[in-house]
């Protein structure tokens, strides 16, 4: 059997603000609040919870898209007036990357992680 990721726990600002923003943003289906976790639905195999914390770290999650999907999201993100950059310490400069002979874009969610949207994987020598 394939070993797959199930689910990761994502702290939060506030947890179902945060679920709510990723199925606005990403598509995702927004399942339940479940004790302290608000979770959504990714794919068939994984979940993200969402766990209200007063105080974390800030962490980076990438998401690789179909180059349809990373036209929709990225539609949203300018409908909701979300800054975004082509890099991870340019996240405001109104630009998406081509890196890869892809596209690559990154901005942030309510709680302040960086989110990443690739069309393309990164090459890796």
Do not use: C
Request: proline share 2%.
């Amino acid at each position: 059997m394939e070993i797959t990721l199930n689910h990761t726990i994502i702290p939060s600002k506030n947890n179902v603000e945060s679920a709510r923003f990723y199925e606005r943003i990403f598509g995702f289906h927004f399942v339940k609040e479940w004790s302290h976790f608000a979770v959504v639905q990714v794919n068939s195999t994984l979940t993200l919870d969402f766990d209200t914390q007063k105080s974390f770290s800030l962490l980076h999650y990438a998401f690789k898209v179909s180059d349809e999907q990373f036209d929709e999201i990225f539609e949203r993100i300018k409908n909701e007036g979300i800054s975004f950059g082509s890099g991870p310490r340019s996240r405001d400069n109104g630009q998406f990357n081509t890196d890869y002979d892809g596209r690559g874009a990154y901005f942030e969610d309510p709680s302040g992680h960086v989110l990443e949207i690739i069309t393309k994987d990164y090459v890796i020598d």
